[in-house]
């Protein structure tokens, strides 16, 4: 598949650098970085989902894939894209590139369509962002929704795309697969990475990339409970939408969870011991930081995989930042910026100075692998 050593995906991933971002002595507060990488900026202007579609999963519930697809009418508005049951067919030979957003955000939110621009207006790849269940606007059908450590609505989505999008492609995976996330999202591409490399290896995953990764978030969700500024703006946010969501959904019979203890939570780890624990069958919320963290999984990557993280991120614990020193995986390029917070990476209030950092690191490492595929796939960037 590559000519020489130089050109294998562990050399590629050891191999490639990033820079330290250093951005204005006025934005290199933390708490400033995180928020203006929140709300500040637009959504790129050239770049629109032209498809939604909807996956159904195997313990009956669904969940949303937002698509642009390369020779359909990407002009249209984000308001009239098309909706499907199933993703849609392409016969193309671009890439594909599947997004995962973060805690309580969703494939429409700033961070997912500033990769998805990526992807698809620089790099000439077909996406395919997923929101997770119960993040695309509509409730979803059971009382599970998605956490730290769930991977199998990922799993699902590598599948469909590799046996559904073209029949040519049956038999012959040979375009190539990135996947990228962030935060949340982030942390269940690296777990996935690590605990199915047999799977990934299978369904052709030919490299990915993440930012702001929660590596021990039973180290870091302490953190993100307390003090002012993190417990009142960032992690109350998260709870008023979570409870929101499941007070909305309307589902019959007995439910996993105590919906009363739901509402009554006021941290993300009040949440995490009231849903998601009794939910998804774990025995409190240590138990599902501790299985779930994705800095555990690292050593077992198979994938070419970048993590950029800030250490300055206020959402984590310093000392859950895994010593790149002894994360030995050629596979795994750890990179730790000094400034970025979480997942802001702000440099600019003007837009055409380019706020969008972590777009150009990411840029740089797909292009190594598009410009060393096999055959017709070395692709056209657009």
Request: hydrophobic fraction near 35%.
């Amino acid at each position: 598949m590559y000519d020489d050593d130089k050109q294998a995906p562990a050399f590629i991933a050891s191999n490639f650098t990033v820079p330290d971002f250093v951005p204005p002595w006025w934005t290199r507060n933390p708490h400033l970085q995180t928020i203006a990488g929140a709300l500040w900026g637009r959504a790129p202007p050239r770049f629109r989902y032209t498809h939604r579609a909807r996956l159904h999963t195997p313990d009956g519930d669904w969940f949303a894939v937002d698509c642009a697809v390369h020779g359909t009418d990407a002009s249209v508005s984000t308001h009239s894209i098309q909706e499907t049951d199933g993703l849609p067919t392409t016969s193309s030979e671009r890439p594909l590139a599947i997004i995962l957003h973060g805690l309580e955000s969703s494939a429409r939110g700033l961070q997912s369509l500033r990769l998805a621009d990526l992807f698809h207006c620089t790099l000439g790849a077909d996406v395919y962002a997923l929101n997770f269940r119960g993040c695309s606007g509509e409730p979803n059908a059971t009382p599970k929704s998605y956490h730290l450590g769930e991977t199998s609505d990922l799993r699902l989505l590598i599948e469909q795309l590799r046996h559904g999008v073209a029949a040519s492609e049956r038999e012959n995976f040979t375009r190539p697969l990135f996947l990228s996330g962030f935060s949340l999202g982030g942390n269940v591409i690296c777990k996935y990475l690590g605990e199915s490399v047999e799977h990934a290896q299978r369904y052709g995953v030919t490299s990915a990339a993440v930012y702001c990764v929660p590596f021990d978030a039973l180290a870091s969700q302490p953190i993100l409970d307390s003090g002012l500024i993190r417990r009142y703006i960032y992690s109350r946010r998260f709870v008023k939408s979570i409870q929101r969501k499941l007070k909305r959904r309307q589902l019959p019979g007995p439910l996993p969870y105590d919906l009363q203890r739901v509402m009554q939570a006021t941290t993300i780890g009040e949440i995490d011991d009231a849903y998601i624990a009794p939910t998804y069958g774990f025995k409190d919320r240590f138990d599902y930081y501790r299985k779930s963290s994705c800095g555990q999984y690292l050593d077992d990557v198979r994938t070419p995989l970048l993590i950029i993280n800030a250490r300055d991120d206020p959402f984590m614990a310093p000392a859950s930042l895994p010593d790149p020193s002894s994360v030995r995986n050629p596979f795994v390029c750890l990179a730790y910026t000094s400034y970025g917070g979480h997942c802001g990476f702000f440099r600019d209030i003007n837009p055409e100075q380019g706020e969008f950092w972590i777009c150009e690191q990411f840029g740089r490492f797909f292009q190594q692998f598009l410009e060393h595929a096999p055959g017709d796939v070395a692709v056209r960037a657009t």
